[in-house]
């Protein structure tokens, strides 16, 4: 159950930041936070990370209605067994966040990205982000580590 609750609380807070930068920022206006490590942008980004494949904006929610079907049967799966406490983790960050991010695609027909790095490589601090996409990455590594550590403890 703490999964579920997860689940919820990221996607519902994704909703309630989303909204709020929505309504209080121009599009792509731009403010230096922390010391300008972090930069507030509102991004509308149509595609996937980076604006990839913007110019498939039904293809791209084809493609993320299916990957979090995928990640939400496995999340299911797994409910069910004792144990993989970190898989399910993973899981749970992925599909609360990118239950958010297809929110957005269902009733917006964009992503809200809101904020960028002002360090790094240049590509990197080019690329806008939300809170949703932390949430994507960090569960994405959970379940690497977690299928990592399986297979070390099966061989």
Do not use: H, P, S
């Given at each position: 159950m703490v999964y579920l609750l997860i689940i919820a609380a990221i996607c519902g807070c994704d909703f309630w930041v989303k909204k709020y930068m929505d309504e209080s920022r121009a599009?792509?206006?731009?403010?230096a936070v922390?010391?300008?490590?972090?930069?507030?942008?509102?991004?509308?980004?149509t595609g996937a990370f980076g604006n990839l494949l913007s110019g498939s904006p039904k293809a791209i929610?084809?493609?993320h209605?299916?990957?979090?079907?995928g990640v939400c049967t496995e999340l299911l799966r797994l409910l069910f067994q004792k144990g993989s406490r970190m898989a399910k983790l993973g899981l749970a960050f992925v599909a609360g966040a990118g239950a958010g991010n297809l929110y957005d695609r269902l009733a917006k027909g964009h992503v809200v990205d809101y904020f960028r790095f002002g360090f790094g490589p240049k590509r990197f601090?080019?690329?806008?982000?939300n809170i949703?996409?932390?949430?994507?990455?960090?569960?994405?590594?959970?379940?690497?580590?977690?299928?990592?550590?399986?297979?070390?403890?099966?061989?």
């Open positions: 599009l792509n206006e731009e403010q922390a010391g300008g490590k972090i930069i507030l942008k509102k991004f509308y980004n929610l084809c493609i209605a299916a990957v979090l079907g601090r080019k690329t806008v982000f949703a996409d932390l949430f994507i990455f960090a569960g994405t590594a959970l379940v690497f580590l977690a299928m990592c550590t399986t297979k070390k403890k099966e061989g």
